[in-house]
């Protein structure tokens, strides 16, 4: 067992950081006061390679595998309490990576260049109005029509909608091709934005200031077979490999953010004086930075752990993908939870400044507390962790 990263991955991480630190830090009220993530930022990514990083490097991305990934998410991720630039980085790399795996040939020559170089951005599009969690119910078709699909349905709180369609690219849609087969009637398309057939609706959200987040109506929506990734009626196993990239980054990105809060709370409880001496001073509070120190050290060694099995399934085939989603799902579910607790204590730390607004912990409480549904709820990781352990039988398809 080695817990190094390679030198390789080290040199990654000093440039992802020494970005991160310089030019992502320093302007996050900027982005908050705004409600955008600034252009500049973007370029910076662009530049570094880490926007399109998951691109095979055919296509001109760097081919990193989700350990590499999951590095540069943790620079970001401590950079930016708010998650918008985390969840722009993760949300691109996650699915560009399963476009890159299951796309043909001549979608791959098109579009992978253009994700590779963050030119284009690549979102997710899975949730509808009624139905989240229980993708086999949903509702959106895609009914064939000669050598085509017609799209129509309603997808909702998408992540990066504005960015899309403002910067170009595309969804990964979930869709049903056999209504009534639920999750075996699941197919994937890639459907690059569309002005005309495409209409997106802006969501308020709780946080992450910076991010767009919507609903798209797609309306007789006309896409050729070539975009189905990999095949008709395979879409529901397929789309959980994105998800599980996603959730793995999510748990490292959660306990960077959380670990950022923390070391400002250490700093504060040094230098804040309470009944002459400093609060760091009284154990009360020293015993819950200890437990959330200790939690943070758990939740992030699952999420590496959860990345390494996820690449060792997809390069090796070493695991299977209900070891990989039990793995996945366990990080995910601790890392979110175990980050919030730890993030709202290092805010109760700063007292009556922990509560003003806009303050990183405030802004990474709101942040952080959107991945306990984004990707999958916390329910769903449980149900999953509680399915790898009882076994099928005590699940309905
Ligand atoms: C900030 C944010 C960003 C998002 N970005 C995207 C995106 O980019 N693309 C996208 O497709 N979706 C996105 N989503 C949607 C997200 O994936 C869903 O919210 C999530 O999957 C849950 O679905 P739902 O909201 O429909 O809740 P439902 O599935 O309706 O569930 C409602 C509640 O019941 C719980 N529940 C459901 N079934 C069970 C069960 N069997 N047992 C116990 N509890 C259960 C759920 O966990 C939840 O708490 C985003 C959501 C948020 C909040």
């Known amino acids: 067992m080695d817990f190094n990263f390679t030198e390789e991955q080290e040199i990654i991480r000093s440039s992802a950081r020494q970005f991160a630190q310089k030019e992502i830090a320093p302007r996050i009220q900027e982005m908050v006061a705004k409600r955008r993530i600034p252009l500049e930022i973007i370029s910076g990514m662009k530049k570094l390679g880490v926007l399109g990083m998951t691109v ?3 296509y001109g991305g760097m ?3 989700a350990v590499t990934t999951g590095i540069v998410a943790e620079e970001i991720a ?13 949300v691109h790399n996650a699915w560009s990576y399963l476009v890159s795996k299951y796309s043909g040939n001549e979608v791959a020559q098109e579009f992978l260049p253009k994700m590779a170089k963050g030119e284009i951005i690549t979102a997710i599009a899975s949730t509808e109005p009624n139905f989240g969690s229980d993708i086999g119910s949903m509702t959106t078709t895609a009914t064939r029509s000669g050598s085509d699909y017609i799209i129509n349905g309603e997808k909702s709180f998408i992540s990066l909608v504005r960015d899309v369609r403002d910067f170009g690219g595309g969804y990964v849609t979930v869709v049903k091709t056999a209504p009534d087969k639920g999750t075996s009637g699941v197919t994937l398309f890639y459907t690059p934005d569309s002005k005309d057939h495409i209409e997106i609706t802006n969501l308020e959200e709780m946080g ?3 991010s767009t987040w919507g609903a798209l109506n797609f309306r007789d929506y006309r896409i050729g077979e070539k975009f189905i990734l990999g095949k008709v009626n395979q879409g529901f196993k397929i789309v959980h490999e994105g998800f599980e990239f996603a959730r793995s980054l999510i ?5 960077s953010t959380a670990m950022t809060c923390l070391n400002n709370g250490i700093e504060y409880m040094k230098t804040r ?3 002459g001496q400093p609060i760091g001073k009284y154990q009360g509070l020293q015993f819950q930075l ?3 120190m200790a939690r943070m050290e758990a939740a992030r060694t699952l999420g590496f752990k959860a990345l390494w099995m996820y690449d060792q399934e997809q390069k090796y085939k070493k695991f299977t993908r209900f070891e990989v989603s039990r793995e996945v799902a ?3 579910l601790l890392a979110t939870i175990w980050s919030f607790d730890a993030i709202n204590d290092a805010l109760q730390w700063h007292g009556a400044y922990g509560y003003t607004k806009y303050n990183p912990q405030e802004l990474a409480l709101r942040g952080v507390r959107s991945f306990m549904l984004a990707e999958g709820s916390r329910e769903i990781m449980k149900m999953i962790i509680a399915r790898e352990s009882l076994g099928k039988e005590f699940f309905k398809e």
């Open 56 to 58: 095979p490097e055919k």
């Open 330 to 332: 366990t990080a995910k």
């Open 78 to 90: 401590a950079a930016d309490p708010t998650m918008s630039i985390p969840v722009m980085f993760l």
């Open 63 to 65: 081919g990193a595998d």
């Open 208 to 210: 992450r200031e910076g």
């Open 251 to 255: 748990a490292v990105m959660s306990v």
């Open 290 to 292: 200890a437990d959330h």
């Open 273 to 275: 004086k309470a009944f």
